[in-house]
């Protein structure tokens, strides 16, 4: 088993990309760590999202820590800042994303329930210590949740957002 590297991995993987970057946006409100945002910019890439949107105190480009776990990705994905949440979930839903929240919640849904039909579809992705605000989950159109089996409560924020971007393109690219 030889491990491939650098342009022969790319070349594989453009093989499998869409045309376009999957209809998800997520939306990372008021994310206190800039080293979570750039890991999140990264699996952005590797998940060819269609943006992020960075709202609150989430750190945005040009900043170093950001760019430390980035490794240049935040050239390569879109992304636009919003002093509120609020305001950006308004402004997607303007643009007919229907806006979700990755929360746990008394009617929380497993994220596997998304379905096809959902797309486009924007996810916000909550502060690490406080979650997703309770006024912004009451604006969005549904809150889904990550199963987790074990003794502790939650993920960290970046791997919790990569676990839900890939179930996501699961479901789309699934059709059901």
Same mark, same amino acid.
């Not at 979570?36 to 709202?55: D, H, K, P």
């Given at each position: 088993m030889?491990?491939i590297?650098g342009? /022969?991995?790319? =070349?594989?993987?453009?093989?499998n990309r869409?045309?376009?970057?999957? &209809? %998800?946006?997520?939306?990372l #409100?008021?994310?206190?760590?800039?080293y979570n945002v750039?890991s999140?910019f990264?699996?952005?890439?590797?998940a060819y999202?269609?943006?992020?949107?960075?709202?609150?105190?989430?750190?945005?480009p040009?900043?170093?820590?950001?760019?430390?776990?980035?490794?240049?990705?935040?050239?390569?994905?879109?992304?636009?800042?919003?002093p509120?949440?609020?305001?950006?979930?308004?402004?997607?839903?303007? /643009?007919?994303? =229907?806006?979700?929240?990755?929360e746990?919640?008394?009617?929380s849904k &497993? %994220?596997?329930k998304?379905? #096809?039909?959902?797309?486009?579809?924007?996810?916000?992705?909550?502060?690490?210590?406080t979650?997703?605000?309770?006024?912004?989950?009451e604006?969005?159109?549904?809150?889904?949740?990550?199963?987790?089996?074990?003794?502790?409560?939650?993920?960290?924020?970046?791997?919790?957002f990569?676990?839900?971007v890939f179930?996501l393109?699961?479901?789309?690219?699934?059709?059901?």
């Amino acid at each position: 088993m030889l491990k491939i590297e650098g342009e /022969e991995i790319l =070349k594989r993987w453009r093989k499998n990309r869409p045309q376009t970057p999957f &209809p %998800i946006v997520a939306i990372l #409100s008021n994310i206190r760590s800039a080293y979570n945002v750039g890991s999140m910019f990264r699996t952005a890439a590797c998940a060819y999202i269609s943006e992020l949107v960075l709202c609150g105190i989430t750190a945005h480009p040009p900043h170093p820590k950001l760019e430390k776990t980035a490794l240049g990705t935040e050239k390569l994905v879109k992304w636009r800042y919003f002093p509120s949440t609020l305001e950006a979930i308004e402004a997607l839903k303007s /643009e007919g994303y =229907k806006v979700t929240a990755l929360e746990i919640t008394k009617n929380s849904k &497993p %994220i596997q329930k998304v379905s #096809s039909k959902d797309f486009p579809l924007a996810l916000v992705v909550g502060n690490e210590v406080t979650g997703v605000e309770d006024e912004v989950l009451e604006k969005v159109d549904e809150v889904y949740e990550i199963p987790l089996f074990g003794e502790k409560e939650s993920l960290n924020v970046a791997i919790a957002f990569g676990v839900a971007v890939f179930l996501l393109i699961e479901r789309f690219l699934s059709g059901v």
